[in-house]
Every structure is written in C-alpha cells, then in structure tokens.
C-alpha cells in the first residue's frame, strides 16, 4: 500500500480511473477514462471529508470508546460519554470500483433463496446437532451456544424469528476467461454497515458527478453504471415489520414498544448503529434502546406470560449487535442474560437456530452432495444456490480426512483454515494453516473448516484511511442484505434489503471493516 502525502506539497500521481480491465466490459459507451492528478485529488479529498463530516460518516476513533461504568455485576454504558472530536472518518474507497453487472445481478436475485434456506435449516434440530457434533465437541463457545439451543428456552405459544442476513460474495477469476460468483460466508448475526453502506453509495455517486462533470466538465448521468441502495431504508422496513406484527399479535401500540438492541461494550461504530435507529424512528416512530448484555443482566424483566420489560417498557424485538463472540460473554451472567433473553416473547432478530445455521461448519455441510436440497423448495433455487459454492472441505474425522490434509499442505496458499467465529480476524492462512495441520490433534482440527481459496483479480483504486490516501492493488467484496420474518414457521417477510460493498489490499487476506482490514465501497456496474 502507497501512501500518498497530502500535507503542504503532495508528490506527483497519474491514476487513471475507472481501472477496468477490457475482457470484463459489457458496455461500448461506457465511462470514458479520466487522469487523475494531485491537484483533482486534493479537491476530491477536500470534497469527500466535508461531506463525510457533515453526514456522519465517522468511528469513535481508537481508545476514545464510549465508557461503561463496570461493578461486580453490572454495567453502565453511554454511547456519548466521549468527547466529540475524538472521532475519525469511516475509512473509504474514493470512487466505486469495478464489479460487473451480471454477477451483480446474480447475487441479488437469490438472496430470497438464502433467506429461506437459512429458515427451513433453523427447523431441523436433529440436522443442526448432528452437523454441529464435532465442532462443539472442542470449541466451547459452539458448544454454549448449542447448549443453550437445545434448551428450548422459549414456551411461548407463538413464536416470532426475525432475520437480517448478509451473504457476502467474491468474485473468483482464476483466468482472463473466467468469472464467477462465489460465496464466502453467510452472516445470520449483527451484520454491520446497514447505515454506512447506504452512505457510501451516496458519497461515491457526488464524486464521480465532482470528478467528471464539475472538474473535468463532462456531461454523464451515472444511473447506468450505479445501482440505487435501499439498504438502509429495506431494514429499517423488516424491523419494522417484525415489531409491528408483534404489536398486532398482542393487541398493543409500537408507541408503547421498543427494540432492544444489545451492543458491545466500548463499541467504535456507534454512528452506524445510530444511523438505523433514527431511521426507525423518522419512518415508523419506533424507538430503540440500546443494552450490553450485562447492563440487561440488572434490569431485564421476564414475566410470567413471556413479556420483556426494560425501564418499564415492554420490548417487542430483540436485535443482536453483540452475542457473536467469545469476547461478549466474559461471565457466566452474559450467559444468563442470554438465556434470559430466549425466554421471552419478543421477536428474536436472530435466534439461536439461526445464530447457529450461520456458522462455518453449518456452510460446509449444506455444500455436501444433496444436503442443501433436503431444505429447498425446487430444484432451480439450489441450483442457484450451489452455483456460487466454493469448495468445501471437513476437518472432522472421517474417511478423506488424509487426502484433504495432504492437499491442502502441498499448496497452502490456495485454502483458508476458517473457525467457527464471526467478526474477521479469525482464519488461518499459508504458513499458518501448514502449522496448524502439522500441530492441531485430530479434534482441534474439527473446529476448523477448510475453504479453497477465491481468486479475485485485482484492480488499482485510491482510499482515505485515518487521514491518509492510500494506493494499492485492491479485490472488492459483495455482500447482500436479506430481511426475513417468520410466526410459527409461517413465512411473512421474505425480502431483499440493500446491498454493501467492501474493498481491501490484495496484501491482506482478512475482510472486515470494523476489524480495520476493509473499506467501504460501492460497486461501479461494467
């Protein structure tokens, strides 16, 4: 990565934009290229921070968290309890990279499809069990969580599950002749950049008009080559319905209901967060309240006929920002605030059935020969499913277990070693997964899966990171919202919600934003 200084006199840059590699266009007329200099960066730089200031794009920047007060057993967070200017910019890709339309398309047309297919999975729990055996066996916190699962913590005669789940896509281009969509992972807990998402797309679609049509005084309508993103608005829209069904269910007003939102302690992306909760309240007059789990430890209410009540306000949907690691139950009393939690009535966004669907291991065994199609509607939708399958492989104990080892040691490189953990960070990749082969005893491997590695090819962009523009070689990844409502195992909600794009060094194999591996994007339609 080049970091290009822009303090006093920035050194001379030629980048050309957008950098697309011909075999990939579709479209005759599509943008003409630009040269961008160090006078038409600095005014696009200039540009992108006003605005990103003025909207809100920002983090809490590092050791400057919201503080939570802690005694032995409880907790007292405040979201504002920092000072304003320790802030920073959401790092982000200048202008919208590259992505082609086809597979753009592809990737949201079967959203619905996963949305399902995570639902009629969470409804076999002999499946959920048996697929997640090994891994539990040595990995505690699946093993807690299924545990918990198992428990059937909720008696409630009616049962609400609410999911927001993001399939995320890379595209895999071994070759100059070929492109495909495949999937990384499928994310059924606190998928993040709801708000953020939508904002750079709005953020990207004012430069490219700066950058063509003001400096450059071209004349382009760029609705051609930019897909509208309705993400922020799509959730807000299936939380919405989800709470509002609650209230029609139990013959209350949602003026007299809120959604819970459990975050984590010290959390850094508060705006984005903020950002869907305004929302909710500026289209529906919903409001949110905001929890760790073990500020809930204290003061929520279960009652006898399965109400949740915080601060003498009846909770109508559960909404998990946290709970997606080890590090958010650090006691046992997350835990029995977990619990807790599942008894209740409220709507679960998601529940524990999805929460565990949505793990690593859940995607290696759907992709096994006829197990996705057990929980398919028609043969076309697992079709379209499996298409965008990568290959998958068991770490478990079993009959090809030395063949997979063997393969993977000849060429490290191409697999990536993922555990059953959300969040980025977390996967093991070349020397690592050598050592981990060679040292890990038979059941330490089963809480891996091993993936063979997508290929992207990768494309020049420019970027604003904690002030700086950087330079590099970038690989550009697709995620798809999906809402999802069910009662009782009848399907009331089945859309698709947005879309967010996330772009990083090809230097760097983790994904993740939050994480400080990513930044955010849009896609430029080719």
């Given at each position: 990565?080049?970091?290009?200084?822009?303090?006093?006199?920035?050194?001379?840059?030629?980048?050309?934009?957008?950098?697309?590699?011909?075999?990939?266009?579709?479209?005759?007329?599509?943008?003409?290229?630009?040269?961008?200099?160090?006078?038409?960066?600095?005014?696009?730089?200039?540009?992108?921070?006003?605005?990103?200031?003025?909207?809100?794009?920002?983090?809490?920047?590092?050791?400057?968290?919201?503080?939570?007060?802690?005694?032995?057993?409880?907790?007292?967070?405040?979201?504002?309890?920092?000072?304003?200017?320790?802030?920073?910019?959401?790092?982000?890709?200048?202008?919208?990279?590259?992505?082609?339309?086809?597979?753009?398309?592809?990737?949201?047309?079967?959203?619905?499809?996963?949305?399902?297919?995570?639902?009629?999975?969470?409804?076999?729990?002999?499946?959920?069990?048996?697929?997640?055996?090994?891994?539990?066996?040595?990995?505690?916190?699946?093993?807690?969580?299924?545990?918990?699962?198992?428990?059937?913590?909720?008696?409630?005669?009616?049962?609400?599950?609410?999911?927001i789940h993001r399939s995320d896509y890379l595209l895999h281009q071994p070759d100059s002749e070929t492109t495909i969509l495949q999937q990384v992972e499928i994310n059924t807990i606190s998928?993040?950049?709801?708000?953020?998402?939508?904002?750079?797309?709005?953020?990207?679609?004012?430069?490219?008009?700066?950058?063509?049509?003001?400096?450059?005084?071209?004349?382009?309508?760029?609705?051609?080559?930019?897909?509208?993103?309705?993400?922020?608005?799509?959730?807000?829209?299936?939380?919405?319905?989800?709470?509002?069904?609650?209230?029609?269910?139990?013959?209350?007003?949602?003026?007299?209901?809120?959604?819970?939102?459990?975050?984590?302690?010290?959390?850094?992306?508060?705006?984005?967060?903020?950002?869907?909760?305004?929302?909710l309240f500026d289209l529906y007059q919903i409001t949110v309240i905001r929890k760790t789990l073990l500020e809930l430890h204290s003061c929520a209410i279960v009652t006898s006929d399965g109400?949740?009540?915080?601060?003498?306000?009846?909770?109508?949907?559960?909404?998990?920002?946290?709970?997606?690691?080890?590090?958010?139950?650090?006691?046992?009393?997350?835990?029995?605030?977990?619990?807790?939690?599942?008894?209740?009535?409220?709507?679960?966004?998601?529940?524990?059935?999805?929460?565990?669907?949505?793990?690593?291991?859940?995607?290696?065994?759907?992709?096994?020969?006829?197990?996705?199609?057990?929980?398919?509607?028609?043969?076309?939708?697992?079709?379209?499913?499996?298409?965008?399958?990568?290959?998958?492989?068991?770490?478990?104990?079993?009959?090809?277990?030395?063949?997979?080892?063997?393969?993977?040691?000849?060429?490290?490189?191409?697999?990536?070693?993922?555990?059953?953990?959300?969040?980025?960070?977390?996967?093991?990749?070349?020397?690592?997964?050598?050592?981990?082969?060679?040292?890990m005893s038979s059941e330490e491997r089963a809480a891996y899966i091993l993936m063979r590695r997508i290929i992207p090819k990768p494309f020049k962009t420019l970027a604003i990171k904690n002030?700086?523009?950087?330079?590099?070689?970038?690989?550009?990844?697709?995620?798809?919202?999906?809402?999802?409502?069910?009662?009782?195992?009848?399907?009331?909600?089945?859309?698709?919600?947005?879309?967010?794009?996330?772009?990083?060094?090809?230097?760097?194999?983790?994904?993740?934003?939050?994480?400080?591996?990513?930044?955010?994007?849009?896609?430029?339609?080719?």
């Amino acid at each position: 990565i080049k970091i290009i200084k822009i303090h006093r006199k920035m050194e001379e840059l030629s980048f050309t934009y957008p950098n697309i590699d011909s075999n990939l266009l579709n479209n005759d007329s599509f943008l003409p290229t630009i040269e961008i200099t160090s006078k038409t960066l600095k005014l696009l730089t200039k540009e992108a921070e006003t605005w990103c200031l003025k909207n809100g794009f920002i983090f809490v920047a590092p050791n400057s968290s919201n503080s939570s007060t802690k005694t032995e057993n409880t907790e007292k967070v405040d979201d504002f309890n920092f000072n304003p200017i320790q802030t920073i910019i959401a790092p982000f890709i200048l202008l919208p990279s590259p992505f082609p339309k086809t597979k753009f398309q592809q990737a949201f047309s079967i959203e619905t499809y996963f949305n399902k297919l995570v639902h009629k999975v969470s409804l076999d729990k002999q499946f959920i069990n048996e697929s997640l055996l090994s891994a539990s066996k040595v990995d505690s916190f699946t093993c807690k969580l299924l545990e918990l699962y198992n428990q059937d913590l909720d008696k409630n005669q009616i049962k609400f599950a609410h999911g927001i789940h993001r399939s995320d896509y890379l595209l895999h281009q071994p070759d100059s002749e070929t492109t495909i969509l495949q999937q990384v992972e499928i994310n059924t807990i606190s998928s993040s950049f709801i708000t953020f998402g939508t904002m750079i797309c709005s953020l990207q679609k004012y430069l490219l008009h700066y950058l063509y049509n003001v400096i450059n005084k071209k004349n382009i309508n760029f609705e051609n080559y930019l897909m509208e993103n309705h993400g922020l608005n799509g959730i807000a829209e299936s939380l919405a319905f989800a709470t509002q069904n609650y209230c029609d269910t139990y013959n209350l007003s949602k003026f007299n209901t809120s959604i819970l939102m459990v975050i984590q302690s010290n959390e850094r992306n508060i705006f984005d967060q903020r950002g869907l909760a305004f929302k909710l309240f500026d289209l529906y007059q919903i409001t949110v309240i905001r929890k760790t789990l073990l500020e809930l430890h204290s003061c929520a209410i279960v009652t006898s006929d399965g109400k949740l009540i915080i601060d003498d306000r009846e909770i109508a949907m559960i909404y998990y920002r946290s709970g997606y690691t080890p590090n958010d139950y650090p006691s046992e009393l997350e835990w029995e605030t977990r619990a807790n939690l599942e008894r209740s009535r409220a709507v679960k966004s998601p529940t524990l059935a999805y929460q565990l669907v949505g793990t690593k291991k859940m995607q290696q065994v759907l992709a096994l020969p006829n197990i996705l199609e057990r929980f398919t509607e028609n043969e076309e939708e697992a079709k379209a499913m499996r298409s965008t399958f990568a290959d998958l492989f068991s770490l478990s104990q079993n009959d090809n277990i030395d063949s997979v080892i063997a393969t993977a040691l000849a060429d490290p490189h191409n697999f990536v070693m993922k555990p059953q953990r959300e969040g980025g960070g977390n996967n093991l990749y070349d020397d690592q997964i050598t050592t981990a082969l060679k040292t890990m005893s038979s059941e330490e491997r089963a809480a891996y899966i091993l993936m063979r590695r997508i290929i992207p090819k990768p494309f020049k962009t420019l970027a604003i990171k904690n002030s700086q523009i950087l330079s590099f070689d970038a690989v550009s990844e697709l995620g798809i919202f999906g809402g999802f409502l069910s009662k009782n195992d009848q399907i009331l909600y089945n859309k698709v919600s947005g879309y967010l794009a996330r772009t990083k060094s090809i230097s760097v194999s983790e994904g993740g934003v939050a994480a400080g591996f990513a930044m955010l994007d849009s896609p430029l339609l080719i």
